[in-house]
């Protein structure tokens, strides 16, 4: 059982990420800058967001079981982070959502963006999550606006909103398997505003996106924040080593320190036996060595492959065939 759940999550890693060994830690991915605890990969920022946040072709994302979305902005100061959903509608594009969702481990929960449910069966009044009725109609005004847009078309939205969409899913909450459930609230999608910019009823100058708080959690506590800030302000980048996530300041010359990067005299060596390596073997490739990295595994190897068939032995632990 644990096994499959390895499997899982090596799988996960493995279609979110580039194949091809990690580059250190960066401090940029795209145009946004990546601050612990974000990271750009296994070993990078806190070990509570990888593999949920990655970065992946200078685009960082955000994967959860429903699907892998964009992050668009990063506030350090708010811990908060803009998502923009491929399916959402916004004010250009509208179209069909899947269900939005987020992983309960996962260190996101829903923020304070505006969330709007399109072309639902009427009444709306009637949509109810958690025993309680979600549209809150006094703020039928956003839906006037939103339907000025004229990409309302290919919804099929008739020229009356509040008939059939929910001007405003509120308070927004997810169901107890973390998803903005369309398919049971019958609404055929969403949009969701993270700002007005000051334009209350010019939907095409909104910022579309859902905003998510994240929370640091337990191994990020005073002491290491404090360690954190010594690193960032010596041009490090915080991150984690293998044994029991041991902080670790990333150094600009390729080197890793338990403190700084003002000296090398805390320069960690890096010991290939200490890391409790997992060894795999393809059946038509060379063997791979993986190392774990408590919650994330990095694969220790240059060679890109692809995962059509993978034999598994596991080299501590007990499980010797898949
Ligand atoms: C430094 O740490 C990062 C993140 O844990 C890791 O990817 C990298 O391989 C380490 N570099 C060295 C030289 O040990």
């Not at 993986?290 to 694969?299: L, N, P, Q, T």
């Amino acid at each position: 059982m644990d096994f499959i759940i390895f499997l899982f999550t090596l799988l996960k890693v493995l279609l979110s990420t580039s194949v091809v060994g990690d580059p250190a830690c960066r401090k940029t991915c795209g145009s946004l800058l990546v601050k612990y605890p974000f990271g750009t990969g296994c070993g990078c920022g806190s070990p509570r967001f990888y593999p949920y946040v990655t970065c992946n072709s200078d685009q960082l994302l955000l994967t959860t079981h429903t699907g892998s979305y964009p992050i668009t902005s990063i506030s350090y100061a708010t811990s908060t982070v803009t998502i923009t959903p491929p399916y959402m509608s916004t004010c250009n594009s509208m179209q069909q959502s899947p269900n939005l969702g987020l992983d309960w481990a996962s260190p996101f929960q829903l923020g304070p963006s505006i969330i709007i449910l399109l072309s639902c069966t009427p009444p709306t009044s009637s949509l109810i999550v958690k025993g309680s009725p979600v549209c809150d109609p006094s703020s039928s005004n956003l839906c006037a606006s939103i339907y000025t847009c004229p990409s309302v078309v290919s919804l099929d939205l008739p020229l009356f909103p509040p008939t059939n969409s929910c001007c405003v899913y509120s308070p927004a909450n997810f169901n107890a398997q973390g998803e903005l459930d369309l398919r049971q609230l019958k609404c055929a999608g969403y949009t969701s505003i993270a700002s007005l910019q000051d334009y209350p009823t010019d939907p095409s100058k909104w910022q579309y996106g859902v905003a998510l708080k994240y929370t640091n959690g337990a191994f990020d506590d005073y002491y290491i924040n404090n360690k954190c800030n010594t690193c960032e302000a010596s041009g490090g980048v915080c991150g984690y080593a293998p044994r029991g996530n041991s902080f670790i300041c990333a150094c600009n010359g390729g080197f890793n320190s338990t403190t700084d990067c003002y000296n090398n005299q805390n320069q960690i060596i890096q010991d290939e036996d200490e890391y409790p390596g997992v060894i795999w073997s393809s059946t038509s490739l060379p063997t791979l060595k993986i190392v774990e990295f408590g919650s994330c595994y990095c694969i220790d190897s240059t060679i890109p492959f692809t995962v059509s068939r993978v034999v598994a032995r596991r080299t501590r632990g007990g499980i010797s065939n898949v």
